[in-house]
């Protein structure tokens, strides 16, 4: 198991960027799958992007290509989610999730480890 905690959320204007960071503890950081998904008001959590444990492999919902950017530092024990060109549809709770497999998931069963989630809110 691994402990999840996001951090990095606000209120930003719509065209803004803003960084969101994911900080692990417990065992193997390294080990695991991460992946971003968001939640917003009145909809279902959806996947936003996903990493590999070496960073080779990296996958992004459509909505969000070419705007936003997940990495990791696996020493800092820490994901990373760098949002760009922010706009009102990106309004939602943002969670961390964790799995323990090689692969990326992008559905909620794929991941066992869930942070509380952060809120971004971006006005337009």
């Known amino acids: 198991q691994v402990q999840l905690v996001e951090s990095g959320g606000g209120l930003v204007q719509a065209g803004d960027s803003l960084g969101l960071s994911c900080t692990a503890s417990?065992?193997?950081?390294?080990?695991?799958?991460m992946g971003w998904f968001r939640q917003a008001p009145g909809k279902e959590r959806e996947f936003v992007a996903g990493?590999?444990?070496?960073?080779?492999?990296?996958e992004y919902a459509d909505s969000v290509k070419g705007r936003f950017t997940i990495s990791r530092d696996n020493a800092k024990n820490t994901v990373y989610l760098q949002m760009n060109s922010l706009n009102a549809e990106d309004t939602a709770v943002y969670y961390c999730a964790a799995r323990g497999a090689p692969s990326i998931a992008t559905t909620i069963r794929g991941y066992n480890n869930w942070g509380q989630g952060t809120r971004v809110t971006v006005s337009s």
């Open positions: 990493i590999t444990w070496s960073s080779r492999i990296i």
């Open positions: 417990g065992r193997a950081f390294s080990s695991y799958t």
